[in-house]
């Protein structure tokens, strides 16, 4: 099976990947049941990730992030050093010594796990992830894996976005330098590699997960020299036919027609300023007449599925774009209700009540249903105990059993191939940019009388 990726983690405090209130339920899980002589085994709980609402302007989701979760499962531990720090907190003076003595350094994730395969499509109150095993360990995995899953669910759905409306357009996604860390950077481009990306510039994104990563120059490569041809010249020298020379530092056009100079030597142009319709129409027409109609433009700029689709809609010849602030931080909405909530405890069903944040209760399996043209027709939530429905997918499939790989996980390039297919399957309507939310989940009827059964017993 393939060994999980990190993607730029240090393991040897990974288990302190997580906010603190997990560490103070887990050692009160650990006291209560020392205290009550109530073995692991008999305190099982089961946890579901879902979504409650879309972000702004999204009609789906996609899924992304399972590859991370699955390593820091098999991988976080607890190390002296990390021991030895939880001991010097005040809040654990009454746990027992044997919580640090015995239990932390013999500690490793027992749990199984159901989820979607990445790049698959969801929708709110689908659980993407369910997750089952002794109290202490469901519950420490909680912030991890929301954070992972929320993250690069949220940059894959933003990217495929782009990727709707780019179509054939090469995309690159250029994030890093905006993204809120340096692994946030690794984590954009994997998941927008997911929704069909062609490439990154983050080079940690390639080493490690095997995206291609490439890059042009910066205007500081320009202003280095004394004068502008100068410096396409010692680029060009140096790289060739992969040359890709950023020409808009001081006059677009006037750079255009120096270049043409190299005819089809180059790989491409890029713009990065301006009124990127108007300027790619003016290079496109200067590179044509001199010999450069190989040479491809690429166009930056704080460019989003907007700004794209304004773009193409006028015509405006640009062959790549690259991407990197909109998509990195998700500018429109940079955040995603991702919740991850307990359904069951000891073959108990548990529910949450307040408000609007209703929780389905019980073991669920999501289904999928496809109309006579092979796209998504609807999904109905069912609790896993009753029949599976004719003619349905179902959605959750096993990845881990007591904390052990049973299912091989896909590489990237597979993920992204079965993302592309996923996306065949969605009806075009729910690919408009602007909020159309048409896909109703249903609820099976025996789920929706557990759920009013609870409700009453609780309120």
């Known amino acids: 099976m393939n060994s999980p990726k990190s993607g730029f983690i240090n393991d040897e405090n990974l288990i302190l990947s997580t906010d603190f209130y997990e560490l103070t339920m887990g050692a009160a899980y650990y006291q209560y049941n020392l205290d009550n002589n109530i073995k692991e085994k008999d305190d099982i709980a089961v946890f579901d990730f879902f979504i409650r609402k879309y972000p702004k302007n999204r009609n789906y989701l996609i899924f992304a992030g399972l590859e991370q979760v699955v390593h820091y499962l098999q991988n976080a531990r607890f190390t002296e050093k990390t021991i030895e720090f939880l001991t010097k907190k005040e809040v654990f003076k009454k746990i027992d010594p044997s919580f640090f003595d015995d239990y932390l350094p013999n500690f490793n994730f027992k749990l199984d796990m159901w989820a979607m395969r990445e790049g698959n499509f969801f929708f709110p109150n689908e659980p993407v992830m369910k997750i089952q095993g002794p109290m202490f360990h469901a519950q420490l995995a909680e912030t991890y894996i929301l954070n992972v899953i929320n993250y690069q669910t949220l940059v894959a759905s933003k990217a495929s976005r782009i990727k709707n409306v780019a179509q054939n357009k090469t995309l690159l996604e250029f994030g890093t330098r905006r993204s809120h860390s340096p692994l946030a950077g690794v984590y954009a481009a994997r998941a927008s590699y997911i929704a069909g990306f062609n490439g990154t510039s983050n080079v940690i994104a390639d080493i490690e997960l095997g995206i291609n990563s490439s890059g042009t120059m910066a205007h500081s490569f320009i202003q280095r020299f004394d004068n502008e041809m100068e410096s396409f010249e010692v680029y060009n020298n140096i790289y060739g036919d992969n040359s890709i020379l950023l020409i808009d530092t001081y006059d677009t056009e006037q750079a255009a027609k120096r270049i043409t100079k190299f005819k089809n030597s ?34 930056s700029s704080d460019l989003n599925e907007y700004k794209i689709r304004k773009l193409l809609d006028n015509n405006a010849p640009i062959d790549a774009f690259g ?8 500018r429109d909405d940079p955040a995603i209700a991702g919740v991850y909530k307990l359904i069951e405890y000891n073959n108990k069903p548990r529910i949450k ?27 109905i939530l069912m609790l896993e105990s009753e029949p599976t429905p004719l003619n349905s997918e179902a959605l959750l499939i096993p990845v881990m059993k007591e904390g052990l790989l049973i299912t091989e996980l896909p590489d990237l390039n597979n993920i992204q191939q079965y993302y592309n297919k996923n996306i065949e399957k969605l009806p075009n309507n729910f690919k408009e940019l602007e909020e159309n939310h048409i896909f109703q989940l249903k609820i099976s009827s025996e789920l929706s009388k557990l759920t009013s059964s609870l409700t009453k017993k609780f309120t």
């Open 266 to 299: 180059i790989k491409a142009v890029r713009i990065d300023s301006g009124d990127l319709v108007e300027h790619s129409k003016k290079v496109r027409k200067i590179l044509d007449e001199n010999g450069c109609d190989k040479v491809l433009i690429v166009a």
């Open 353 to 379: 009540i307040s408000e609007d944040k209703l929780t389905y209760p019980g073991k669920k399996q999501i289904y999928r249903f496809y109309n006579g043209q092979g796209e998504f027709k609807e999904d």
């Open 323 to 330: 991407v990197g602030t909109e998509l990195a931080t998700s």
